[in-house]
Each structure stands twice: as structure tokens, then as C-alpha cells.
């Protein structure tokens, strides 16, 4: 009898064993060390400049702090329907916490969980899309970085308005996107306080981009693109139509602002996406909660102006405009 109690013991022994081996190989045993494994799924709306470059930032903040992670980096393509199945997948894998980046991934992430860690960013408005309920206080399981900072469409809507001497301004943007009708909604009050009109037209996919910026000729002053994930992955059949019709295109962030626009008011989405990589550290390594950190704004906020863009688009370029912003050299 006592062969056996033995025997049972030593065999309880070994399958606890093997538990602990096989949990330390998914990083769960070791979860807020430092030197444990860690599995972060990335879930990035669509392919264009500005978000991978957010991804790029994540992903060399976690690599600044030492921390040892294997991604599992997941595009949506601009698909809603995407997002959601990318979502559920990591829910299903039990990733140690998802890194969302754009609005509607991050919505589709806080569907599929409240118990994973999620950290955002490109984010135009956290607190109406129910992310959080103040920057200050995130609570749930959820903070990350904002790309909605308070005076960079107001700078180029002044400019757009001011230096351009737009009395009619066009918009493109796809109404489902939760962040893209708020900024619409932020850029149509500023262009009329400055005594303009916003000329709006919407769009479904990508596929409808180009026919909604034909359908702005001989309408419209001036464009103006929005963070709008959507309209950017399909940025290049506008400024071809701006090019060729001589309309100049404003856009709401540096990135496309360097593929043709005239200018924009922004900051580096690499350092966002840094920003956001800095709080998943903290909360892969038990630091800090998410509920425990503030979002974030951008820490920087300039315009630039290209000049070669101003040029391909019918505009003089002034150099007074130096005392604006600052002029893209191409690099």
C-alpha cells in the first residue's frame, strides 16, 4: 500500500512539473518579471504610413526596455469585420495583451475581452468611443495613446483658411469610423467660424476614394483629409486628382503629408506608438494596471509645409510661411 501512495505521489510530482515547465514556455508562470516571456497581439486597422510607423514605435519601446516578447502582428486590412476575428483569435490564444492600433481595432479588442490587458493608440476620441471614462481615470482594461491633439486641426484649418484663402473646403471620410466623425464634426466648426463652408462626402471602403475626390472638382477651394484609416490607405488616388485638377490637399498628419499633401499639423506616430509601447512595459512587468495609467496625448505638435506639393498643386509658396511651420525638404 505504501509502494503505491509513493508511486501516486511521484506521478502527481511529474505532472505538476510538466504544468509549470509548460506554463513557463507561454510566459504566464513568470507574468510581471522582467525576464519572463511575453505573447502581445497587434491588431493594426489597415496598412498605411502612419500607423506602421505607431507599430514600429510599439514594438522598439518594448525592445528598449528588455523585455522579452514574441508579437503575433495582425493587419485587418481595413476590414471591420476583421478586426473582430482578429480579436477573438487572441482572446482564444490568451496573448498576455493586445496592442490595438486604430480606433475600430480597439473597439473590437474590448468586445472580445475585459480581462487582457489593451493598450491603444491612434485614437482620435477614447472617451467617446467608450474606451475609457477620462484620460485621468481609464479604468476597465484599457488606456493607450490619443492622435487627437487640440491645436493640430485647428493650425491647418487656419491655414487652409487664412494663408490658401479657401472659401470652400471638401472632406473625405468614411462615416463609419467613429474617429473620423468626430474630427468632421471639429473641422466643419472651424471652418465655418473662420467664414467658409465644408463640402462633405462619405465613403464605404477604399474602393470609393477616388470618385469621391472627382466628385469635389470645381466644387472646392481646398481638401482636407482627416486621420480617416480608410481614406489614407487610399490617399494616393486623391492627390493624383489634386495634382492634375490643381486643388490643394490638406491632410491630418505628417505621414501622408510627406506622400503629396500641401501640409498638415501633426506629430511623429513612431513616437506615439513609443509612447503606448512605454505603458505596455509597465503592464506586462506588474508595474502599473491599465486602469492606473492616464492616456495620453502627443508630446510634440508642429506644421509642415511641402513645398513641392504646394507647387504640383497650384500653389506659390511664400516665405513668410517659414514663421508658420516648417518646410518638408523630401527627406
Given amino acids: ?34 525576464d519572463a516571456k511575453y505573447t502581445v497581439g497587434i491588431s493594426q486597422f489597415a496598412p498605411h504610413p502612419s500607423l506602421d510607423a505607431a507599430t514600429k514605435g510599439f514594438k522598439k519601446a518594448l525592445k528598449d526596455k528588455g523585455i522579452d516578447v514574441k508579437f503575433d502582428e495582425q493587419n485587418a486590412q481595413a476590414d471591420m469585420n476583421n478586426t473582430q476575428t482578429i480579436a477573438k483569435n487572441f482572446v482564444g490564444d490568451k496573448v498576455d495583451l493586445i496592442f490595438a492600433n486604430a480606433t475600430p481595432s480597439a473597439t473590437a479588442a474590448l ?14 476620441d ?28 485647428k493650425k491647418t484649418i487656419s ?9 470652400n473646403v471638401g472632406v473625405i471620410y468614411n462615416s463609419g469610423e467613429q474617429n473620423s466623425v468626430v474630427q468632421v464634426k471639429e473641422v466643419k466648426k472651424l471652418v465655418e467660424d473662420k467664414g467658409a463652408k465644408l463640402v462633405e462626402v462619405s465613403v464605404a471602403n477604399t474602393s470609393e476614394v477616388k470618385q469621391a475626390a472627382e466628385s469635389l472638382v470645381g466644387r472646392v477651394d481646398a481638401i482636407y483629409i482627416p486621420t480617416d484609416n480608410t481614406v489614407v490607405t487610399a490617399l494616393d488616388s486623391v492627390i493624383a486628382i489634386s495634382n492634375s485638377k490643381k486643388i490643394p490637399l490638406f491632410v491630418g498628419e505628417l505621414d501622408s503629408m510627406k506622400k503629396g499633401a500641401v501640409a498638415a499639423s501633426g506629430f511623429s506616430y513612431f513616437d506615439l506608438g513609443y509612447q503606448s509601447g512605454l505603458m505596455a512595459a509597465d503592464i506586462l512587468t506588474g ?21 513641392a506639393a504646394a507647387e504640383a498643386q497650384g500653389l506659390k509658396v511664400k516665405d513668410e510661411w517659414s514663421k508658420l511651420g516648417e518646410f518638408y525638404d523630401g527627406k
Fill in 287 to 307: 508595474k502599473k494596471k491599465p486602469s492606473e495609467i492616464p492616456v495620453e496625448l502627443p508630446k510634440s505638435l508642429k506644421l509642415v509645409i511641402n513645398k
Fill in 111 to 124: 468586445n472580445a475581452t475585459k480581462d487582457i490587458p489593451i493598450v491603444f493608440t491612434s485614437v482620435t
Fill in 1 to 34: 500500500m505504501k509502494k503505491k501512495v509513493q508511486a501516486l505521489s511521484m506521478a502527481l510530482a511529474g505532472m505538476l512539473l510538466f504544468a509549470g515547465c509548460s506554463s513557463k514556455e507561454t510566459g504566464s508562470s513568470e507574468k510581471g518579471s522582467k
Fill in 126 to 153: 477614447p472617451i467617446g468611443a467608450g474606451f475609457v471614462k477620462s484620460f485621468d481615470q481609464p479604468g476597465k482594461n484599457i488606456t493607450g495613446t490619443t492622435d487627437n491633439h487640440p491645436d493640430a486641426t
Fill in 159 to 167: 491655414f487652409i483658411t487664412q494663408e490658401v484663402k479657401a472659401k
